[in-house]
């Protein structure tokens, strides 16, 4: 069984960073393989609605990084999503990669159209988790929702949210034990209730 783990952060070895690297820490613990990816790593164009991926079921407009990322997510039984708090939102890299998922739905010619998702071959879950400096729950904004409603729309269930305040300095979430515990934990029960 596979779990990929995508972080939206574009700063190398910040809160979301370790975040992901614990929950995926847990996930292993349980007997998951796991793998990390960094969307700063990888150029990815933000969709132009060209809508040339429902005929080739892949985004063929552009050769980029998400044409390395596609496999990984296919092949990935479990999913998961962080995202540092951006304006109340994700970061606008986890925002292109998302969009960049429209290759995977399949529309009615009908109007509106009814759509479903080429990932519903195999039970796929995910967990979703934003990294927000303020303290004051509102502060998230959309940012958890931003990252589910989409993965939702594609067919996975959503296992978990995780929304963590108080946190901006760069590894300043590896000072809390609790929250460190907490992510690993959360990653052992998404692979242990999979």
């Known amino acids: 069984m596979k779990i990929l783990g995508i972080s939206g952060s574009p700063r190398k070895r910040g809160n979301t960073d370790i975040i992901l690297n614990q929950i995926l820490l847990g996930a292993n613990d349980s007997g998951f393989e ?12 933000s969709c132009i609605g060209c809508e040339k991926c429902r005929k080739d079921l892949t985004c063929s407009h552009f050769k980029d990084g998400m044409n390395l990322i596609y496999p990984k997510i296919e092949e990935a039984e479990l999913l998961i999503l962080g995202s540092p708090v951006y ?27 009814k759509y479903s998702s080429r ?11 934003s990294v927000c400096e303020q303290t004051d729950p509102k502060e998230d904004g959309f940012a958890t929702e931003a990252l589910a409603r989409p993965l939702e729309a ?23 034990m609790e929250t460190m515990e907490k992510a690993r934990l959360s990653g052992a029960k998404f692979a242990e209730n999979y």
Do not use: H, W
């Open 87 to 113: 304006n109340y939102n994700i970061t606008s890299r986890m925002k292109s990669f998302i969009d960049r998922l429209y290759p995977y739905y399949e529309f009615s010619d009908d109007r509106p159209r």
């Open 34 to 45: 796991t793998e990390a990816i960094f969307l700063r790593d990888y150029t990815i164009n």
């Open 119 to 129: 990932l519903t071959n195999k039970k796929r879950q995910a967990l979703v988790f």
């Open 154 to 176: 594609l067919g996975y269930e959503i296992a978990d949210k995780l929304t963590l305040f108080g946190f901006f300095e760069r590894g300043a979430v590896l000072k809390d």
